[in-house]
């Protein structure tokens, strides 16, 4: 089924409800019945470039604050606490695990940049406890166990053990061959997309990652589901382009084109 109205900047689903981010603010969507989405509940939030779902919290972010709402009754979401961010551009990439928020931010003109951590154990008062500079642009972050992976457009791939969240310390730094955009950590492999197409690192030895595929398809997103990565590509190949992860050389599968008007 269909939903109109709902311009979006993204959407998680949790069980029976999808959360779509707008510039509106935060929908909350029964998909219960796939065929008769329903909207049930909305807030004015800050949520324009994302959202992300994790436990009774969702939390979406704009071009200045990362926002956090209480969830927990899906018909009346409620903001909790906002963290203000003063930086000359927002965070790029950002990934909530347990009671931190771990973000990617720009160091143009930004006075603290690269790796920033918030403690949001308490959602009314989320509180920057560490962060670590990096060279170039931050793009994006995931995180698995105590280690952040950040990415940057200076083609650089960070390895920073967070098992203290106070002080990030850096494991090791690898040089890819051209600018990085969008990363997903799924299964002890790090998806990664950027100019030189689709790498695919292993990491069960997470202190020293190892390129084991690569596909030459360059984009600007990814996302992970079963046997297959879902790259969105802009530009003139405007689409979705489908990657079949089975095989030990992943293979171009499927294309799905979009209106580029």
Same mark, same amino acid.
């Given at each position: 089924?269909?939903?109109?109205?709902? #311009?979006?900047?993204?959407?998680? =689903?949790? !069980?029976?409800?999808?959360?779509?981010?707008?510039?509106?603010?935060?929908?909350? $969507?029964?998909?219960?019945? @796939?065929?008769?989405?329903?909207?049930?509940?909305? =807030?004015?939030?800050?949520?324009?470039?994302?959202?992300?779902?994790?436990?009774?919290?969702?939390?979406?972010?704009?071009?200045?604050?990362?926002?956090?709402?209480?969830?927990?009754?899906?018909?009346? #979401?409620? =903001?909790?606490?906002?963290?203000?961010?003063?930086?000359?551009?927002?965070?790029?990439?950002?990934?909530?695990?347990?009671?931190?928020?771990?973000?990617?931010?720009?160091?143009?003109?930004? #006075? $603290?940049?690269?790796?920033?951590?918030?403690?949001?154990?308490?959602?009314?008062?989320?509180?920057?406890?560490?962060?670590?500079?990096?060279?170039?642009?931050?793009? *994006?972050?995931? =995180?698995?166990?105590?280690?952040?992976?950040? $990415?940057?457009?200076?083609?650089?791939?960070?390895?920073?053990?967070?098992?203290? @969240?106070?002080?990030? *310390?850096?494991?090791?730094?690898?040089?890819?061959?051209?600018?990085?955009? *969008?990363?997903?950590?799924?299964?002890?492999?790090?998806?990664?997309?950027?100019? @030189?197409?689709?790498? $695919?690192?292993?990491?069960?030895?997470?202190?020293?990652?190892?390129?084991?595929?690569?596909?030459?398809?360059?984009?600007?997103?990814?996302?992970?589901?079963?046997?297959?990565?879902?790259?969105?590509?802009?530009?003139?190949?405007?689409?979705?382009?489908?990657?079949?992860?089975?095989?030990? !050389?992943?293979?171009?599968?499927?294309?799905?084109?979009?209106?580029?008007?």
């Amino acid at each position: 089924g269909e939903l109109h109205g709902l #311009p979006g900047g993204g959407v998680e =689903v949790r !069980q029976s409800h999808a959360y779509v981010a707008t510039y509106r603010g935060l929908q909350v $969507i029964d998909v219960s019945n @796939p065929g008769l989405p329903t909207l049930v509940g909305r =807030v004015a939030a800050e949520s324009e470039f994302g959202v992300q779902v994790e436990g009774a919290y969702a939390y979406s972010r704009d071009h200045s604050q990362l926002t956090i709402i209480d969830v927990s009754n899906p018909a009346t #979401p409620t =903001v909790r606490g906002r963290y203000e961010m003063s930086y000359a551009y927002s965070p790029a990439g950002w990934e909530v695990v347990g009671s931190y928020a771990y973000l990617a931010v720009p160091n143009a003109g930004n #006075p $603290i940049a690269g790796l920033v951590v918030l403690d949001v154990s308490n959602p009314d008062s989320p509180v920057r406890v560490g962060n670590y500079s990096t060279a170039g642009y931050a793009q *994006d972050v995931c =995180v698995v166990g105590p280690y952040a992976y950040v $990415i940057t457009n200076y083609k650089n791939f960070y390895v920073l053990d967070v098992s203290n @969240p106070a002080s990030p *310390d850096l494991v090791s730094i690898a040089e890819m061959d051209r600018p990085l955009y *969008d990363i997903l950590c799924r299964d002890q492999n790090a998806y990664i997309i950027g100019d @030189p197409g689709l790498q $695919i690192l292993d990491l069960s030895n997470p202190r020293s990652p190892r390129l084991s595929a690569h596909h030459q398809l360059s984009g600007n997103r990814i996302s992970v589901s079963g046997h297959h990565a879902y790259v969105a590509v802009e530009g003139a190949q405007n689409g979705m382009r489908m990657i079949d992860l089975d095989s030990t !050389q992943p293979t171009l599968s499927e294309t799905a084109r979009t209106e580029t008007t």
